[in-house]
């Protein structure tokens, strides 16, 4: 059990318990949700990171009020690629929505508990869900938050393109996951800075994009990156799929993305060490990226795409597609309504975490059942999954938890444990 975590749960509950109540529009859906009194969320990743007031994926350091303070640095967790951050609160965006967000609460409770900023976008539905009048039980980890499935795009290796075209990217209003080559020039252009503003992630991509790396390699990328942005990453992707990466992902990183492709499922048991992904082919159209997405969504999965440049530039992306059949294959996916568009850190946790939660163990204590988890290595602080059950109340340390009326708790992830009560 790690003692930190547990500490940092229950500052986030206290926190949560002091939250206001104004209302606000959730970048991820353009949905107006109430939440905590408005802690400013500006992400570094396509709108904000996970949790309160609180800078996207490896944002800089952030701190929000109202709703549960956040501090954050880093990987889309809580706030942004590879930081920390404490507490509940904060919108998030994920699926359409403007880039940046004011203020609170992505949840609205009904019975028992006061309602925590999550950070996770609103999934579809009605919001009208009553709370389980059952027997106490049926715990159970909801699928993508709640939304069909996921996907996130991710671009490799600080290419000029991604550079010039950048604002027009933001412009969707999603969080992407930028994998940064520190060894090149473009690594140090104000770009990038501005993305973790935004809201996006910033994961390693190594220094020299060898394939062939001891450690040093990926180390000194991630040493560049703590430098000059101020945030630890917690995703990598390995140059070229390379299998070396492999291992010195796990020592270091909560994931690595390799090469192959394949639709991730919930609990299943693809290697988070060489997660799959999608490479369009130069000059892919939007309809053939459309397609990637109706096959995941179709499976109730987690698709993810390596892009490394549009055409033009100065570098020469490897295999690069139209800007704007990129811009108009994301907009395509924003309508569908049901796919949750977020980082790799922010999609990767969840996925994570249901793993954890789900395999873990359950004790009961008179009428009172415990479930406990262990959260991997490197795992990102400040994340929750959404939890069904078919009656009774949640809790954590001992604080009640909030049925939200869209039909699922939102458990804290960091204490390790929750319990139901009749």
Same mark, same amino acid.
């Given at each position: 059990m790690r003692i930190p975590r547990i500490l940092a749960g229950i500052c986030a509950i206290f926190l949560a318990s002091c939250g206001g109540g104004d209302g606000e529009e959730d970048p991820s859906t353009g949905?107006?949700?109430?939440?905590?009194?408005?802690?400013e969320t500006t992400g570094t990743?396509?709108?904000?990171?996970?949790?309160?007031?609180?800078?996207?994926?490896?944002?800089?350091?952030?701190?929000?009020?109202?709703?549960?303070?956040?501090? #954050?640095? #880093?990987?889309?967790?809580?706030?942004?690629?590879g930081g920390d951050a404490t507490g509940t609160g904060g919108d998030a965006t994920g699926t359409g929505g403007d880039a940046t967000g004011t203020g609170g609460g992505a949840t609205t409770g009904a019975g028992g508990g006061t309602p925590v900023e999550s950070g996770l976008p609103v999934p579809p539905g009605a919001g009208d869900v009553p709370k389980p009048s059952g027997a106490a039980g049926g715990f159970k980890v909801i699928d993508w938050a709640g939304f069909t499935g996921a996907v996130s795009y991710s671009f490799d290796?600080? @290419?000029?393109?991604?550079?010039?075209?950048?604002d027009k990217m933001?412009?969707?209003?999603?969080?992407?996951?930028?994998?940064?080559?520190?060894?090149?020039?473009?690594?140090?252009?104000?770009?990038?800075?501005?993305?973790?503003?935004? #809201?996006?992630?910033?994961? @390693?991509?190594?220094?020299?994009?060898?394939?062939?790396?001891?450690?040093s390699d990926t180390d000194a990328a991630t040493q560049f990156i703590q430098q000059t942005f101020g945030i630890d990453p917690y995703t990598m992707a390995a140059p070229n799929g390379a299998g070396v990466y492999t291992g010195i992902a796990k020592?270091?990183?909560?994931?690595?993305?390799?090469?192959?492709?394949?639709?991730?499922?919930? %609990?299943? %048991?693809?290697?988070?060490?060489?997660?799959?992904?999608?490479?369009?082919?130069?000059?892919?159209?939007?309809?053939?990226?459309?397609?990637?997405? @109706?096959?995941?969504?179709?499976?109730? #999965?987690?698709?993810?795409?390596?892009?490394?440049?549009?055409?033009?530039?100065?570098?020469g992306a490897y295999q690069p597609i139209p800007l704007q059949a990129f811009l108009d294959h994301v907009e395509n996916t924003k309508k569908l309504g049901d796919m949750w568009i977020d980082s790799m850190v922010n999609v990767g946790a969840y996925w994570l975490g249901q793993k954890a939660v789900?395999?873990?163990?359950?004790?009961?204590?008179?009428?009172?059942?415990?479930?406990?988890?262990?959260?991997?290595?490197?795992?990102?602080?400040?994340?929750?999954?959404?939890?069904?059950?078919?009656?009774?109340?949640?809790?954590?340390?001992?604080?009640?938890?909030?049925?939200?009326?869209?039909?699922?708790?939102?458990?804290?992830?960091?204490?390790?444990?929750?319990?139901?009560?009749p």
């Amino acid at each position: 059990m790690r003692i930190p975590r547990i500490l940092a749960g229950i500052c986030a509950i206290f926190l949560a318990s002091c939250g206001g109540g104004d209302g606000e529009e959730d970048p991820s859906t353009g949905a107006t949700t109430g939440g905590g009194s408005g802690s400013e969320t500006t992400g570094t990743g396509a709108t904000t990171g996970t949790g309160g007031g609180a800078t996207g994926t490896g944002g800089g350091a952030t701190t929000g009020t109202g709703g549960g303070a956040t501090t #954050g640095t #880093g990987g889309g967790a809580t706030t942004g690629t590879g930081g920390d951050a404490t507490g509940t609160g904060g919108d998030a965006t994920g699926t359409g929505g403007d880039a940046t967000g004011t203020g609170g609460g992505a949840t609205t409770g009904a019975g028992g508990g006061t309602p925590v900023e999550s950070g996770l976008p609103v999934p579809p539905g009605a919001g009208d869900v009553p709370k389980p009048s059952g027997a106490a039980g049926g715990f159970k980890v909801i699928d993508w938050a709640g939304f069909t499935g996921a996907v996130s795009y991710s671009f490799d290796d600080s @290419n000029s393109t991604q550079i010039q075209n950048y604002d027009k990217m933001n412009a969707l209003g999603v969080r992407f996951t930028f994998y940064v080559q520190t060894g090149k020039r473009e690594a140090n252009d104000p770009v990038w800075k501005k993305a973790l503003e935004d #809201g996006h992630e910033l994961g @390693n991509h190594t220094k020299s994009h060898s394939s062939n790396d001891n450690g040093s390699d990926t180390d000194a990328a991630t040493q560049f990156i703590q430098q000059t942005f101020g945030i630890d990453p917690y995703t990598m992707a390995a140059p070229n799929g390379a299998g070396v990466y492999t291992g010195i992902a796990k020592t270091r990183f909560l994931i690595n993305r390799g090469v192959s492709n394949k639709v991730i499922a919930p %609990n299943d %048991n693809t290697d988070p060490f060489t997660l799959p992904t999608y490479i369009p082919p130069t000059g892919a159209s939007a309809s053939a990226m459309d397609q990637q997405i @109706n096959e995941a969504r179709q499976q109730k #999965g987690w698709r993810t795409f390596c892009i490394h440049g549009f055409t033009g530039g100065s570098d020469g992306a490897y295999q690069p597609i139209p800007l704007q059949a990129f811009l108009d294959h994301v907009e395509n996916t924003k309508k569908l309504g049901d796919m949750w568009i977020d980082s790799m850190v922010n999609v990767g946790a969840y996925w994570l975490g249901q793993k954890a939660v789900s395999s873990g163990t359950s004790m009961k204590s008179g009428s009172d059942t415990t479930f406990t988890w262990q959260l991997p290595d490197h795992f990102p602080p400040g994340k929750y999954v959404r939890v069904t059950v078919t009656g009774g109340t949640l809790k954590q340390n001992g604080v009640p938890l909030a049925w939200d009326s869209r039909g699922y708790y939102e458990v804290a992830l960091d204490p390790e444990s929750v319990t139901l009560s009749p």
